[in-house]
């Protein structure tokens, strides 16, 4: 069975440190990885997606970036953090494009 | 871009009574569309799928597409204060890798 694991569960920053959230995926190998967004009663926005190893595509600028460096391993990072950036962070993966989304348990970023 | 809106933004409901949710969207050549819910701000959990006009049925829960008039709604059979969460409508277009999502609808299930 696939798993996905999201790290840290929560995170408290200051604003203009640097930042970086993991997602891996195991169970499932060349899986479509991708990262959204949710601020406090805000709705849900697809930040990037990735189809393979070293291919990131951007949905949504929002000062953010994403790297892939291993089929399994979907990281999402910024050098300086806004309070704009709080938030619920989800990672997904599907087996291929078109396929059912599955979400990790998200991330809690409070950016003081 | 896309716009998904979904209505209403709350429901109660009692348990045992249906409860309908509707979801509208603006690209009439979205092709994919979802349901997933979520409890407090924790991870989505996929509910049904359905990718052309009619019904999907998914246990308690059923989908209904009518792409020519833009709308999507979930029924939710016999429901139980355990469904109780915000559920959220997605869609997507034909490139598949973009998912869009709605601003949800809160229910809540009394017993």
């Known amino acids: 069975a696939q798993t996905i694991h999201q790290w840290p569960v929560a995170e408290i920053k200051a604003v203009g440190s640097p930042l970086s959230l993991g997602c891996t995926i195991k169970?499932?190998?060349?899986?479509?990885l991708y990262w959204y967004w949710q601020a406090t009663g805000g709705t849900l926005q697809q930040l990037f997606y990735s189809i393979t190893v070293g291919q990131v595509e951007s949905v949504v600028q929002l000062n953010l970036s994403a790297s892939r460096p291993k089929d399994d391993q979907f990281i999402l990072s910024t050098e300086k953090l806004l309070l704009s950036h709080s938030g619920f962070y989800l990672c997904a993966w599907s087996p291929n494009r078109g396929a059912e989304q599955y979400f990790g348990p998200g991330t809690r970023l409070t950016v003081l | 871009q896309q716009k998904v809106q979904q209505s209403p933004e709350s429901l109660t409901v009692s348990e045992g009574a249906m409860a309908s949710l509707n979801c509208t969207f603006s690209?009439?050549?979205?092709?994919?569309f979802r349901w997933y819910r979520q409890h407090s701000a924790k991870g989505l959990e996929v509910l049904v799928s359905?990718?052309?006009?009619g019904e999907k049925e998914e246990g308690r829960f059923t989908a209904h597409l009518n792409r020519a008039n833009l709308h999507v709604s979930l029924h939710i059979r016999e429901p139980q204060p355990s469904d109780s969460a915000v559920y959220l409508c997605a869609v997507s277009m034909s490139n598949y890798n973009v998912l869009y999502f709605g601003s949800g609808t809160k229910l809540t299930v009394e017993p």
């Open positions: 169970g499932k190998s060349s899986p479509n």
């Open positions: 359905i990718f052309s006009d």
């Open positions: 690209d009439g050549t979205s092709n994919n």
